[in-house]
């Protein structure tokens, strides 16, 4: 039984990593109000850290997230003032912007299933760690309701939007290796193995040149909405910042000494 007083999200960094984790085993960690405000502001707090290279995104027990939390959400029903459109504005949305545009990699660890906005939200992720006995599911059909959390603009860009349409619209639960040759998920892992290759890979991106990685997140996501001769300008702004950056001087030197470069993020 998780202890009632404990926070719905955590939030922790140690050495460059930035840890979210929704901490509502019991619900498996479906999003009430309080888990959707302290999602958003310790996302956003990660964001603003300069002290954290890389963000890990992940839930306790055996649930990465369920999206909606629907016992909260009939209560809201009988309340004609409330919506959900309300929800999507001030929590989903600022959530997953967060996620997806913040100047550093963040990681969603799915150690369970992530269904509806839980999906969303991972895949918007730069890096989908799946364990072995997790899955996704497009629940929102299945209640009657649209997609959200950016659903409608990762899903087709990971899967195509053929295969998208089918997801959100026959909604079913997707094994791990499934979602692995559909490219919904970066890495498949066994579940003993899980935390351990989480760790890893958060170390090797925390210690990489952050502003670098920034850059190409950037340039990824610009590209995706413009044309060739935009996108090229765009590469050629970003080249001119890394170029100037401490973090390429410094590789270039240990590249001519052949040593491995050490990279302070700037």
Known sequence: MTDPSAPPVTYE???????????????????????????????????????????????????????????????????????????????????????????????AAVNGVAAGAGASLAFAADFRLVRRSAGFNLAFAGIALSCD?????????????????????????????EAYALGLATKVVDDEEFDGEVAALARSLADGPTLALASIKRSLAFSAN???????????QKMALTGKSA????????????????????
């Open 13 to 107: 960094v140690a050495d460059g990593v930035g840890t979210v984790t929704l901490n509502r085993p019991d619900g498996m960690n479906s999003l009430t109000l309080a888990t959707k405000v302290a999602l958003r502001d310790s996302l956003h707090a990660a964001a603003a850290d300069s002290a954290v290279r890389c963000v890990v995104l992940t839930g306790t027990g055996r649930a990465f997230c369920v999206g909606q939390d629907l016992k909260e959400h009939v209560a809201d029903l009988q309340d004609e003032s409330a919506s959900l459109g309300t929800t999507v504005a001030e929590h989903y949305n600022p959530t997953v912007t967060a996620i997806a545009t913040m100047p550093k990699p963040v990681i």
């Open 149 to 177: 959390t950016g659903s409608s603009w990762t899903l087709p860009r990971l899967v195509g939007f053929g295969k998208a349409t089918e997801l959100l619209m026959q909604p079913r639960t997707i094994p791990a290796d």
């Open 226 to 236: 413009h044309d060739l001769a935009a996108s090229l300008e765009h590469e050629g």
């Open 247 to 266: 973090d390429h001087a410094a590789a270039v030197k240990a590249f001519l000494a052949k040593e491995k470069p050490v990279f302070t993020g700037h």
